[in-house]
């Protein structure tokens, strides 16, 4: 009887360990396939944002290319409206995980173009920004004091996350890769 | 003890493979880069010399209290050899990268308590001498922790995306592949016990001798080879990569400004 069950428990056990073995294998075959995905998966992955919302609020702050304006644009947007728009703080961090997926973009195209690598890392520092102001973000909430620090840092995360996907699309359209319209419509 | 001409096929066949392997570790030095399975491989080629000749000369009880105490050493030689190929994997550049280390001692733990369960469990040996008990259980256990082990770090090293054809991952691939041939095979001498004169138990013992002597010449192969020379990084990127790293930092003595 011991030894039945010793065996039923073995087996159970070598199954479980051969099959997170193959699993492993095999997933390690797709990465080498598709380091950083399949492309359709990776479009899978981004999170659907409003863009018309992500475009007025990014354009009060800076313009297409992502340079700071002059004037004090930003002025018109409020803080209840930005909340409204973007949808708080959970909107903010569906941004930060579809950066994830805009520097994944980026290092996909890098697999054929090794150039892409310069602006994929900065990319991934952009990343790290949007991270940085959604941390603080965070604290301040915690401190009771998200509606005074949400409208700085939330500006500045749609702004940056705007840009992101401004030098995504151009490095696309830049380089004629094939799935532009796809991303166009994605993003 | 009586020693058949298979046996003393095996026995030459073996002693042959870990003499070749340990030139080759030696020759293409690898010995340097691998001391831990280098100093394995050395008392596999001491182990078969002292077990030869108790077998041809000693009793069988002193012939299985020199297998068992060369068995300590051969777990204790393993567990090294598992430190030395998660180092060499997660520690290339002499830190352990962090993300790493705290998972891969979850493994070693889960690891231990999984095996020693499981060894708990395993059908109480038909001959009932202590150490034999103890041989068997303990091969058990070795078997079922290496097995485990790397297991882990296979599934570890896909997670982090570490590289697969470097020699450390040859030597793991060999070593857990044997493991796993050895649950087996422990688990069926834990229930027939361990007795050259039963014909189906000398045949568990020749199947994994079979097994070993493929690893051995899987690792003279793939040792002798060169490893896959990692891609080097074009010129012009590098410098793109330093003009970011300025970059950051003049960003983070921004935000220390900032700070203070």
Redo the contacts between chains.
Sequence with gaps: MRATFFFLVLSVFLLALLTLVVHYYLRRIRTEKHPYGSWEKLLGRLSAVNRENVALIALSLVDESGQRRGDENDANLDEAQIWSMIGGIKGLETLERNCAVLVDLVFYVQQWYPEALAIAEQLRLNAREIEWHIGRLKSAAKAGRAEKAFPEHAEEVVAIYYVMTRRVLALYEEWNLPGLVELQRAL | MHLTGIDLLFWAAGFVAHVVLLLVLWVRHRAATFPFFTILIASYVMRTVVLYFTALAGSKHAYLLAYLSLGSVDLTLQLCVVYEMASHAFRPLGNWAPDARIRLAWIVLASIA?AAG?TW????PPVHTLLRTILIRGNFFSAVLM??LF?GM??LS??I?LP?KTHAARIAQGLGFYS?VC??IE?GH??LGIDHNIRISADLTYFRMLTYMICAGYWIITLWLDAPVPKAL?K??EQ??L??QR??EA?LQQLRTFRE
Aim: net charge negative.
């Design positions: 999984i499981l469990l395993s059908a109480i097995t485990e297991a296979i599934a896909v997670t995306r697969w796993f649950v087996l688990a834990s229930y074009p012009e990127m793109h990569l003009a970011l970059q950051v960003y």
